[in-house]
Each structure stands twice: as structure tokens, then as C-alpha cells.
């Protein structure tokens, strides 16, 4: 049996430009306003974040029922619904909305398909907050697909003007053989100019199937709620990759590395940079001796910060 070797680090991995602007909005707010700044839903799906912005005066509520009159209230990076929208402002919140630019660039195309009398189709998985959220930019008129049998099954009022839009974090693959079928079956539909799975869920995909054949085992570092974290893992073991997702060091398991020379470490977009370095810690005390960046792509997407929490503004 090889013993362990080498670490190949995945590039890009880790934090996208939506969740460094997610998180960055909650610590200025913090900064500026003082605890507790309520955040609807977790800012991303990653609990180290949450449990340290937690830590700092962040409070964490699912239902704006909770939020107590006057407060200051952010929205998480996935989006929320015209509903949430509409009652914030109706209980008059002070509202951030960390909703990355790339998932609100869907709701604006919903908004204005449906002026022009179109009907949807949303690739993506159920109870997701970013799919509660783009389909909650209608009353009605949006169909949820998840797999090919919806597609199937699915029956719009019309279709003639009848358009698809995605959940950001999806698989690459699969959303692409969703969307086959959903032109097999719709040849007239209409489609994103650009796909609405983002440059970061594509970056990271890219990079865990260039890594996963170079790779005995692969580690993504990602919690369990965190879909682009799980479609790495569920990448690699489709590409016959043995592949694990963990939370922290602490749920690394040596029996996974037993027999494996090389390992391959990634990401989530949610997932901060510093538990990388603990895994990585870890893999070298279970024996690796070498660690390698792979060759990838250089990201350089970042988004500005809401009015009210840029740099030099006044209160
Ligand atoms: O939905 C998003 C705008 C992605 C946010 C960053 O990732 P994460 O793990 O919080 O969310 P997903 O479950 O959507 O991957
Ligand atoms: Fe935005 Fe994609 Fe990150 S939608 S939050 S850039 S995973």
C-alpha cells in the first residue's frame, strides 16, 4: 500500500465575490450600527461564518417575526422573496440586502419576462432559499423542475412564451441535461443569454474535474446545507473519485486516506480559507509530506458594497 504523499490544492476553490460581500455587509453593519444586526436565513450556508458572526452580535432568524421593531436587517446571499421583501419594508427595517448581484440578475430577468406575459420553468432543488426566493418573484407562473422526470411532467398554462432560468449553484452537467430535455419537449423556450449558473459554481466544478483523475481521494471543505459544496464532492465520486465533505479538521477520518498517495483538496464557495488550512494541517500530520497549488483560473469578480455600508460614506 502507497503511503500518503502529496496534497494538491484545487484553484479556484473556496470564497466566491457574492459571499466575500455577503459576509463583509454583516461585519459592517455590526461595525456601524452596533449589535444585534439580524440576518434573515444564514448569510451563506457555512457554519464556522455563521457561528463567527454569531460570536459578534449577528442573530440569525428564519421568519422576520422575530425581528423586533426598528431593527437593522440583512438579507442572506441567496435572496429572498417579494413576500420578505414587501414585509421588511412594511415593518420598516433598515435593510442591507446581501443577495449576490448574480442571483438578483435572475430576479430582475423574472420580473421582466413576466411583464411581457411569459411563464417559467426553474431548474433547481426544493426548499432552497435561493429558489424560494426567485420563484417568490412571481404569484404564480413558475414551475419547478429538479430532474428530467419533471420535465416531463410539468404542464404550463401555455407555451408560447415560456422561458427557463436556474438556481446559481447547480450542477454544471445535470442542469445541462435538465435543459436538453426541457428543449426536446419546449424546442420555442427561451433561454438566459448567459447560463444563470454562476462563474464560481463553473470555476470550482472545472477545477474538481481537471483534479479528481490526478487524485486518490478528494476532501471538499463545505457544511451539509451548502449545494455548490456538495455537487464538488458529488462530482469527484461520479468521475470515480472517492470523495468527502467536511465541516472542520475535526470530522477528517484517517480510514479515508489508507492506500491514497495523493489528495485532493477544494472548497465551497461558502466555505472560509482558514479551515482549508486546518484540513491541510491535518492531512500533512496524517503523513503527507508535499503540498501543490494546481494551475487554474484567476478570479478577479468583485461587487460593491450597498449604499449606506461603503468605505468613506458618511452615517
Ligand atoms: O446561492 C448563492 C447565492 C450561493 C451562496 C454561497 O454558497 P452557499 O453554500 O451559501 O449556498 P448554496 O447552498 O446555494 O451553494
Ligand atoms: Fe454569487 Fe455564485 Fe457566489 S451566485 S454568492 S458568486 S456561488
Not at 83 to 108: I, M, N, W, Y
Not at 216 to 226: C, F
Not at 269 to 293: D, H
Amino acid at each position: 500500500m502507497l503511503p500518503l504523499q502529496e496534497v494538491v490544492l484545487a484553484e479556484p476553490r473556496g470564497f466566491c465575490a457574492g459571499v466575500d460581500r455577503a459576509i463583509e455587509i454583516v461585519e459592517r453593519a455590526l461595525r456601524k450600527f452596533g449589535a444585534p444586526i439580524y440576518v434573515r436565513h444564514e448569510i451563506v450556508h457555512n457554519t464556522y461564518v455563521v457561528n463567527d458572526l454569531k460570536a459578534r452580535g449577528a442573530v440569525f432568524i428564519e421568519d422576520l417575526a422575530e425581528v423586533p421593531p426598528g431593527a437593522t436587517l440583512v438579507f442572506s446571499a441567496h435572496g429572498v422573496s417579494r413576500a420578505v421583501q414587501q414585509e421588511a419594508r412594511a415593518r420598516g427595517f433598515q435593510v442591507f440586502d446581501a443577495t449576490c448581484p448574480l442571483v438578483s440578475k435572475v430576479h430582475v430577468e423574472v420580473a421582466k419576462l413576466a411583464q411581457e406575459g411569459y411563464e417559467f420553468l426553474m431548474i433547481g432543488h426544493k426548499g432552497h432559499p435561493e429558489v424560494e426566493g426567485t420563484m417568490g418573484q412571481l404569484d404564480h407562473g413558475i414551475h419547478l423542475i429538479e430532474d428530467v422526470d419533471d420535465v416531463a411532467r410539468v404542464q404550463p398554462a401555455q407555451t408560447a412564451k415560456l422561458a427557463v432560468v436556474t438556481q446559481t449553484t447547480l450542477s454544471v452537467d445535470d442542469a445541462a441535461h435538465i435543459l436538453a430535455a426541457v428543449r426536446a419537449r419546449f424546442p420555442q423556450v427561451r433561454e438566459p443569454k448567459q447560463q444563470d449558473i454562476c462563474y464560481a459554481t463553473q470555476n470550482r466544478q472545472d477545477a474538481v474535474k481537471l483534479l479528481s483523475p490526478q487524485v486518490d481521494v478528494l476532501i471538499v471543505v463545505g457544511s451539509p446545507t451548502s449545494s455548490n459544496s456538495n455537487r464538488l464532492r458529488e462530482l469527484a465520486a461520479k468521475l470515480g473519485t472517492p470523495a468527502y465533505m467536511v465541516d472542520s479538521a475535526a470530522e477528517l477520518q484517517s480510514a479515508w486516506f489508507e492506500g491514497a498517495a495523493r489528495v485532493g483538496l477544494t472548497a465551497g464557495a461558502s466555505a472560509p480559507e482558514v479551515l482549508v488550512q486546518q484540513v491541510l494541517e491535518r492531512i500533512k500530520a496524517l503523513g503527507a509530506t508535499a503540498v501543490r497549488r494546481m494551475e487554474g483560473v484567476q478570479e478577479t469578480v468583485k461587487f460593491p458594497l450597498p449604499k449606506g455600508l461603503r468605505l468613506g460614506e458618511a452615517a
